[in-house]
Nanobody
Framework: QVQLVESGGGLVQAGGSLRLSCAVS????????MGWFRQAPGKEREFVAA????????NYAAIVKGRFTISRDNARNTVYLQMNSLKPEDTAVYYC??????????????????WGQGTQVTISS
């Protein structure tokens, strides 16, 4: 059983930065592509970023490209999301997820088999 635990969320002012972490246990992280998604109140869950198993390929939603950076440390079984130039519209619960399919990077949530419990990110204006 794969377990994912997010941390690093909080309240920051617009223009600030946060770094989210996702610790994976239960299986070796290096086998899986990993993704970050987010869900704002009253909205559907949306794709934020994804990274392949070795960390050489990444994909970002257009609305975060250039501001957010996804990375991973397979030795530490951890995935990160560095978020800079935060905006109030980035406010959401952020989830990390593991894609065990072995396919190309995906921005579809149904490709991801394992999910964390989420961490709240709130950006004040």
């Amino acid at each position: 059983q794969v377990q994912l635990v997010e941390s690093g969320g909080g309240l920051v002012q617009a223009g600030g930065s946060l770094r989210l972490s996702c610790a994976v246990s239960g299986r070796t992280l290096s086998r899986y592509a990993m993704g970050w998604f987010r869900q704002a109140p009253g909205k559907e869950r949306e794709f934020v970023a994804a990274i392949n198993w070795i960390g050489l390929t990444t994909n970002y939603a257009a609305i975060v490209k250039g501001r957010f950076t996804i990375s991973r440390d397979n030795a530490r079984n951890t995935v990160y999301l560095q978020m800079n130039s935060l905006k109030p519209e980035d406010t959401a619960v952020y989830y990390c997820a593991a894609d065990t399919s072995g396919g190309v990077l995906s921005d579809f949530s149904n490709r991801y088999a394992y999910w964390g419990q989420g961490t709240q990110v709130t950006i004040s204006s």
